[in-house]
Nanobody, 114 residues
Framework: VQLQASGGGLVQAGGSLRLSCGAS????????MGWYRQAPGKQRELVAR???????DYADSVKGRFTISRDNGQNMVYLQMNSLKPEDTAVYYC?????????WGQGTQVTVSS
């Protein structure tokens, strides 16, 4: 499986961004896709994930502001980020998981200015 992410950038606090990530290769029907992020000097943390059945989980810090969605037909996952805060600044990584096997996409930088 290969992942290609896009959509990062620079935005002012309160603004919005939408991240996209597409998976290609051998895609099994039952999987989880999602996003982690890593800020400078901090550990990578889970932002949101969504199963192929549509069940989603969010980090407490983004609940109510971020929405994860996916298009199984296109093997795409999206992260709509609203009401962005400076503390959301990080490199965002999409991932694809089947069982214990995780594939990472390249990171995309999100910078939120105050």
């Amino acid at each position: 499986v290969q992942l290609q992410a896009s959509g990062g950038g620079l935005v002012q606090a309160g603004g919005s961004l939408r991240l996209s990530c597409g998976a290609s290769g051998r895609i099994f029907k039952y999987n989880v896709m999602g996003w982690y992020r890593q800020a400078p000097g901090k550990q990578r943390e889970l932002v949101a994930r969504i199963s192929s059945g549509g069940s989603a989980d969010y980090a407490d810090s983004v609940k109510g502001r971020f929405t994860i969605s996916r298009d199984n037909g296109q093997n795409m996952v999206y992260l709509q980020m609203n009401s962005l805060k400076p503390e959301d600044t990080a490199v965002y990584y999409c991932y694809f998981q089947i069982g214990s096997t995780v594939t990472w996409g390249q990171g995309t930088q999100v910078t939120v200015s105050s």
